[in-house]
């Protein structure tokens, strides 16, 4: 059974850091892409960015590009996202998830955690 557990969501001021988490189990990932999406109040849950398991490459939405980052480390089967110049806009809760697409589409996403909230003051 594949788990997805996110950690790292909290207060953070506006222009500073944070470091998700995913820690993910359950099943060998090689094959398959990591990604994080987002989901703010009232709002549709939007692509973040995301990475191949076995080969690392990364796509990024361009609300993010350039300030997140998405890794992985695959001795510890876990995921992270290193958000920095965190703006007001990045408010809502982050998700991880996986696909055997890799493509920025949440309809291709096959599993997903429970999600962790991230607040960006300002």
């Known amino acids: 059974q594949v788990q997805l557990v996110e950690s790292g969501g909290g207060l953070v001021q506006a222009g500073g850091s944070l470091r998700l988490s995913c820690a993910a189990s359950g099943r060998a990932f090689s094959g398959y892409y990591m990604a994080w999406f987002r989901q703010a109040p009232g709002k549709e849950r939007e692509f973040v960015a995301r990475i191949s398991w076995s080969f690392g490459s990364t796509m990024y939405a361009d609300s993010v590009k350039d300030r997140f980052t998405i890794s992985v480390d695959r001795a510890e089967s876990t995921v992270y996202l290193q958000m920095n110049n965190l703006k007001s806009e990045d408010t809502a809760v982050y998700y991880c998830?996986?696909?055997?697409?890799?493509?920025?589409?949440?309809?291709?996403?096959?599993?997903w955690g429970q999600g962790t909230q991230v607040t960006v003051s300002s």
């Open positions: 998830a996986t696909s055997t697409a890799g493509t920025i589409g949440g309809r291709s996403y096959l599993d």
